[in-house]
């Protein structure tokens, strides 16, 4: 355990795998600093296909992966980044780039086959909807993929300080994939950690009527 892991709260202990929330929420920190440690495809594919089981609206799944790992590839991605986010995603062993299908619907008859949800979304007079849509769904699928791959033993790196149009242009130039945020990923130093910053109390978040 870390240092300065926080002790278990009493809501954490009853689910039969604490080990597991430890992993997902408890533990679970924000990594700068990563091990010289590799991240294989067989694990990204892994943490895909439990992602990809978290639900979204219609079943839409509208978010695109692209795992920035060789060096080429970093090189490329190096001009997108703000200064202050380029020493870590240089140093983390993969940088994950999460992007919305502007165009999801296309795969609504396989996805969702049992109503016309293509109709709902393509065409000029639903493209605001089709984009809020893909905006929301992929953040969704996007939060799933970091849980699942806390679960499966990587830490996480999120982070929005970057050159959006730049990277587009760079890694989807025809304009069907808009990214959403980027993520690093790899084992991270826990040495490298600070004390976590507070979190809000459900009175302060939270109302039930």
């Known amino acids: 355990m870390s240092k300065h892991a926080d002790p278990l709260p009493p809501d954490c202990t009853h689910p039969a795998d604490p080990d597991l929330l430890n992993r997902m929420f408890m533990h679970g920190r924000t990594f700068n600093r990563w091990l010289d440690r590799p991240v294989d495809d067989a694990l990204l594919m892994r943490i895909w296909n439990l992602a990809r089981l978290g639900a979204t609206a219609a079943n839409s799944q509208p978010l695109r992966v692209l795992f920035v790992r060789s060096e ?43 109503a016309d ?73 826990p040495q490298s950690l600070h004390p976590r910053h507070p979190r809000l109390e459900f009175e302060e978040a939270c109302r039930i009527i």
């Open 117 to 189: 949800a293509r109709s709902w979304f393509a065409g000029d007079a639903q493209k605001d909807m089709a984009r809020e849509s893909a905006f929301r769904n992929s953040t969704l699928q996007a939060a799933y993929f970091m849980l699942a791959a806390r679960a499966l033993g990587l830490d996480c790196g999120p982070m929005s300080g970057f050159d959006a149009p730049l990277l587009n242009q760079t890694f989807f130039p025809d304009g069907r994939y808009t990214v959403n945020f980027i993520c690093n990923l790899g084992h991270g130093d």
């Open 72 to 114: 080429a590839a970093k090189a490329q991605l190096k001009p997108c980044l703000a200064p202050g986010n380029i020493e870590k995603t240089m140093a983390a062993p993969v940088t994950a780039l999460f992007a919305a299908d502007s165009q999801f619907y296309d795969h609504l008859p396989r996805l969702f086959p049992h």
